[in-house]
């Protein structure tokens, strides 16, 4: 729990954090920084760091440090978000603690930790199934047990144990410090016990034998072979090794889409100094500074125009496809497009205070903030570990109190007890089902991150959908072309669009086009364009303005002009020869398959919401269209006011997914219980969500809800078979009449079960039709 601090000037530091394997070892790592006077961190275990607000009269940045170190992680200082430091791959000194971290860009230090993580794992989950696959053949299948195949066996598992298991042995050790009990635990208890059982029996029982094989008598005896399960170790390791691989691989999304997100921005300017253009890298501006923009573009930082006027396309920012006219005096951001007009504008703000910087600073504030989902095994472990721990001891203290025979005959029921209880379908369960399930998704367009989506997706009640681009097609089309009386529509349309074929302007796209779908477009002549007002040309021997009212417009068309606006389309006017000809409507349209998106989220449970940063007036009328309730319309709202709308909505105890697909989304995407980013969008929506969904349809989502469901429920019948089978024997190990067959039957047959359980996933179908290849969007 945090602790509250009196109004003091605190400093805030983020820290990285290397080493954490479950959420066990974040909340740990809390709890310790918080025990220190004057503390309050939030650790994260997605995003490996701590985001610590700290007094500096009473502690030093170097004690924090020492204090994740002595959990038994590193920790090392990272540069905030933006900042010139790390953009640069500066060396930030660490205040008040004289040393120096090369932090070389956005997160390096930890990507770099994860990728040896990574690639350390992949190596030892190579070798450790290199030498599983002999020691399985040889140990299942009596036909290819040579002389002395035990020790062959032996030879190639005791690198797998201590070697390839050392990941799970490491971590088990530093929870026990704390008494915590996880997977890691379970692992390392099963298989030392099956390895060490198996040492003794070879080495102090009869199973070192030269004529040893697989004994199956109904019953133990004293005739009888000693069992080995060395093959046990092999496998439980191999696969946990292979599932932890994936994990680390599916880790840290948050630092891919910090980087994406900074990237975005121009890499220089043309700037005038001493009368002169000469282009700086972006990091050399200072605020008044000069810069040209030309249309094309990019705004290279936040500056105010003061020449020139242009429509500038505030799409990552706002999420919405309008372009904004500005002139001088208005206010232009980094990393937006200047689609026509030369604009010459004034640096007002440079680095991390830009409102890039801070979009990215509110993608890492929503990771660390999201609530991570401690993995199912552990939980059962948790219980599962201290009583299969607990019973073993009893069964040892009856045997030799109660029931009598020696130590040797206790040691080997209580022995029996801990190799029993680890199921070596454990190491089954979870990754097969990843796998196939993940595999099956990849097949339909849907990219699942990580495991812990899984469990998201499962408590999930609320989905929050970005209108522009996600619900919408997120392109300007021409929706209605009312004419006054004496004009015809296709006249009035086809000059209009022969004008505005000579212009860039994204509204003027539009309806070019859509004169073009109708008609072969006349020539236009004498076109003259003005920013912000309209264009004008001759056509046909005709004067054809398409542009701002020019002054009262007739009735009708000036009701079809408000009709328009009421309903959240954009309308222009046309004039030929000077007469108000018509007004043509342009707006963003729905996709024909959101309806059915949103009626099949309704069918799962799901309350859809619409939160957009368009006008009240459109978004009402697309939630209308697509079935969405209009109290659950959220409009107007800017890239932070998207998060702190899914915080208000999780603070009402709703748990909240987000579906999104540009920047202006990212944060609200990682903020989200669970994100889910439209493939067709940018690069930074889809690293930072959850779930890719690899077309530009949205009716995906349901299947991704699905899918991911049938996934996690495949998982947690594979874990409670995975365990059954074994606990049920629990008792007959408890007793001393551990029979060897059972034993092995029962292992088989689990790791059976687990596997066909989940090729049971191939099998999942979507509830729609597959897009086809025209209707699938790629990954920007």
């Known amino acids: ?44 275990f997605a995003t490996e760091s701590a985001s610590i607000s700290y007094d500096p009269g009473k502690v030093e940045q170097a004690q924090l440090i020492d204090t994740v170190k002595a959990a038994g992680y590193d920790a090392f200082t990272l540069a905030a978000p933006g900042g010139a430091d790390e953009s640069a791959g500066d060396v930030v000194v660490d205040p008040g603690t004289d040393t120096t971290t090369d932090v070389s860009g956005p997160h390096n230090r930890i990507d770099a930790e994860r990728e040896r993580e990574a690639d350390d794992l992949r190596h030892r989950v190579t070798v450790s199934a290199l030498l599983t696959v002999p020691v399985v053949l040889v140990s299942m299948i009596p036909a290819l047990q040579f002389t002395n195949w035990q020790w062959a066996v032996l030879t190639l598992v005791t690198p797998i144990f201590f070697w390839g298991g050392a990941p799970f ?35 102090l029982g009869n199973a070192g034998m030269p004529g040893m094989t697989m004994e199956m008598a109904l019953l133990p005896s004293h005739t009888s072979m000693d069992e080995i399960y060395l093959e046990t170790v092999a496998v439980v390791i191999t696969f946990l090794l292979l599932g932890r691989w994936f994990e680390t691989r599916a880790k840290g999304r948050s630092s891919e889409a910090l980087r994406k997100l900074l990237d975005m921005g121009a890499k220089d300017a043309a700037v005038i100094r001493d009368g002169s253009e000469v282009r700086v890298p972006v990091g050399q501006l200072t ?67 830009t409102t890039l910087a801070q979009m990215a600073r509110l993608v890492t504030e929503a990771q660390s903030k999201k609530a991570p989902v401690e993995r199912l095994v552990d939980r059962i472990s948790q219980v599962f570990v201290p009583t299969v721990i607990g019973i073993a ?12 025979g020696g130590l040797a005959p206790a040691f080997t029921a209580a022995v029996a007890v801990l190799i029993i209880a680890c199921p070596c379908a454990l190491g089954l369960a979870t990754p097969t089902a990843l ?69 860039e302007h994204p509204i003027a796209r539009a309806i070019a086009r859509a004169g073009a779908e109708a008609g072969t477009l006349p020539e236009v002549s004498d076109f003259v364009g003005t920013a912000g ?57 729905v996709k024909t398959t959101s309806a059915e998106a949103v009626a099949g989220l309704k069918a799962l449970g799901l309350t859809p919401w619409l939160l957009t940063g368009d006008n009240a007036g459109a978004a009402r009328v697309v939630a209308a269209e697509v079935g969405i309730d209009p109290a659950n319309v959220i409009a107007e709202v800017m890239p932070e006011d998207k998060v702190a709308q899914i915080e208000r909505l ?10 999104g697909d540009g920047v202006n989304d990212a944060a609200a995407l ?104 025209a209707q699938t969007g790629s990954i920007a």
């Open 533 to 589: 007002q309209g264009v004008t040309g001759t056509v046909d021997g005709a004067v054809v303005t398409v542009g701002r009212p020019a002054g009262d417009l007739p009735a009708d068309l000036q009701q079809a002009f408000a009709a328009a606006q009421e309903q959240g389309g954009t309308p222009v006017i046309v004039r030929i020869d000077g007469a108000d000809a018509g007004v043509i409507t342009v707006r963003d349209t």
């Open 287 to 353: 605020a008044g500074d000069i810069v040209v923009v030309r249309p094309g573009e990019k705004i290279a930082t936040d500056g105010r125009v003061v020449e020139g006027s242009s429509a500038v396309d505030e799409s990552m920012l706002t999420g919405e496809s309008v372009p904004v006219e500005v002139t001088v005096g208005d206010v232009v951001t980094g990393a937006t497009i200047n689609t026509s007009g030369r604009l010459l504008f004034e640096v007002t703000r440079t680095g991390e205070n």
């Open 435 to 503: 796998m196939v399930g993940t595999g099956r998704g990849a097949q339909m367009g849907l990219l699942i991150k990580g495991p812990e989506v899984l469990e998201s997706t499962r408590r999930v009640d609320t989905i929050v959908m970005d209108k522009t681009g996600t619900v919408t097609a997120g392109v300007m089309s021409v929706t209605d072309v009312h004419v006054a009386g004496g004009f015809a529509r296709e006249d009035v349309l086809a000059k209009a669009a022969a004008v505005e074929s000579a212009s």
């Open 670 to 773: 990682a903020r989200a219980d669970l994100g889910l980013a439209m493939g067709a969008g940018t690069d930074v929506a889809i690293e930072a969500s959850d779930i890719t969904l690899m077309n530009d349809d949205l009716r995906p989502a349901v299947d991704a809800i699905r899918l991911s469901r049938r996934t996690l429920g495949t998982i947690k019948g594979n874990l409670f078979w995975a365990f059954a089978y074994n606990v049920a024997l629990i008792p007959v190990a408890a007793i001393g009449l551990l029979n060897p067959m059972l034993a092995g039957v029962a292992m088989a047959f689990s790791s059976v079960f687990v596997v066909s359980n989940s090729l049971r996933l191939r099998r999942f179908s979507s509830t729609h039709d597959q897009p086809t290849h």
């Open 393 to 404: 001891v009893i069964t040892l203290l009856v045997h030799l109190f109660v029931v009598g």
């Open 650 to 659: 999780q603070n009402e105890g709703r748990t909240v997914a987000m579906v």
């Open 1 to 44: 729990m945090t602790q509250t601090h009196p109004a003091v000037d605190l400093v805030k530091v983020d820290l990285g954090v290397t080493g954490m394997t479950c959420t066990s070892c974040s909340g740990r790592v809390e709890r310790k920084l918080n025990k220190i006077d004057g503390v309050d961190a939030t650790v994260s």
């Open 169 to 203: 042995h490491r971590a088990t050790w530093a929870n026990l410090r704390y008494g915590a009990f996880t997977m890691d635990t379970l692992v390392t208890m099963g298989t030392a016990a099956a390895y060490l059982w198996s040492l003794w029996a070879l080495f």
